[in-house]
């Protein structure tokens, strides 16, 4: 039998996904009990290096029941995600040492699984260096500054190599939560997960709901002016010579800088800002697809879906499909 242990780390952590995981394992423990079968894990445990850990000033606490020190041998390690638009830095900071017992225990054989940033926790221990991760779509940008030696791929819902799991953002946590019980209990008790706790099981990414705000956080000026530029003439031909001349900056130079300060070419982060307007459009609207296509600044139809799908990995039909109150309701022209 193998022992499981829920971190509770100091900082903001997430009660939700710790309760949530906690739960599902506890259940699928019992539901195990009642088809006969012997326990897979035989502990259960939420550990930490506090007694107490209090989030949202105090209005909810966690209570871990063991000391990590106290645990010598463990087979799974689950990382929660932290609070939104808490003190990543300081996170990282307070928790050195349980950093150290997950490599420790890494080492002993412990497989680690992050829930959504749990993910800067995990990456601070070196463990993903090289290896492919996934977060958040919403913290990609600064997970990327912080950890560049990491492969993001931020439009995973779950990456898994070499013992070391991760996961998207928000309550696709729990997608990761069944692919591990899956693994530890099998298809069955999987299924019977999904249907309990009403999660879709197998989905595989998160960039239908990815939202494309720019990548505003660097201190570029050239690259912003680049920027506001791009996003105010996104539905015309834009030319990025002519821009590079504009902004006094050879083409090979601000394609760099582009790059440094937005993960993305110059060409890539205008594609990526029609799709945006694109998206909005099919979300809010009742136009065709067609008319949607020129409006962004496509004047093929096949180059306009490629792009697309390429993107949110969903058609434009598909996609309004899903995010369209009144597709739902009644049918919208192509």
């Given at each position: 039998m193998k022992h499981l242990t829920i971190l509770v780390p100091d900082g903001q952590p997430n009660p939700v996904t710790i309760i949530s995981t906690y739960m599902a394992f506890i259940q699928m423990e019992k539901h195990r009990q009642l088809k006969g079968g012997n326990p897979i894990f035989s502990q259960i445990v939420l550990a930490g290096i506090s007694t107490k850990v209090d989030v949202f000033n105090g209005l909810f606490s966690v209570t871990p029941v063991e000391h990590i020190s106290k645990i010598k041998k463990t087979d799974l390690i689950i990382i929660p995600a932290f609070l939104p638009q808490t003190n990543t830095g300081l996170n990282i900071?307070?928790?050195?040492?349980?950093?150290?017992?997950?490599?420790?225990?890494?080492k002993r054989g412990a497989e680690i699984a992050s829930l959504c940033t749990g993910a800067f926790l995990l990456a601070s221990t070196g463990l993903v260096d090289g290896r492919k991760c996934s977060i958040h779509w919403n913290d990609a940008h600064s997970f990327r500054q912080m950890f560049p030696q990491?492969?993001?791929?931020?439009?995973?819902?779950?990456?898994?190599?070499?013992?070391l799991y991760t996961s998207g953002g928000a309550f696709s946590f729990m997608n990761l939560v069944l692919y591990l019980v899956e693994k530890y209990y099998g298809r069955e008790l999987a299924i019977l997960g999904s249907k309990l706790f009403?999660?879709?099981m197998d989905r595989q990414s998160q960039?239908?709901?990815?939202?494309?705000?720019?990548?505003k956080t660097h201190d570029d000026e050239v690259v912003h002016k680049a920027q506001d530029f791009l996003e105010r003439n996104?539905?015309?031909?834009?030319?990025?010579?002519?821009?590079?001349?504009?902004?006094?900056?050879?083409?090979?130079?601000l394609d760099r800088r582009f790059f440094k300060a937005t993960g993305n070419t110059p060409v890539e982060y205008l594609q990526r800002v029609k799709v945006e307007s694109a998206k909005k459009q099919l979300e809010t609207s009742r136009k065709s697809v067609s008319e949607i296509m020129y409006e962004t600044g496509y004047?093929?139809?096949?180059?306009?879906?490629?792009?697309?799908?390429?993107?949110?990995g969903l058609s434009p039909m598909e996609y309004r499909n899903r995010f369209n109150l009144?597709?739902?309701i009644s049918p919208i022209p192509n």
């Open positions: 900071q307070l928790n050195k040492n349980i950093s150290s017992w997950i490599i420790s225990q890494y990491v492969d993001l791929v931020a439009d995973h819902v779950i990456t898994h190599e070499n013992g009403q999660v879709d960039s239908p709901y990815i939202i494309f705000k720019g990548q996104s539905a015309d031909k834009c030319s990025i010579e002519k821009l590079a001349k504009k902004l006094a900056v050879s083409r090979r130079n004047s093929d139809m096949r180059t306009f879906r490629d792009m697309f799908r390429r993107i949110t009144e597709a739902l």
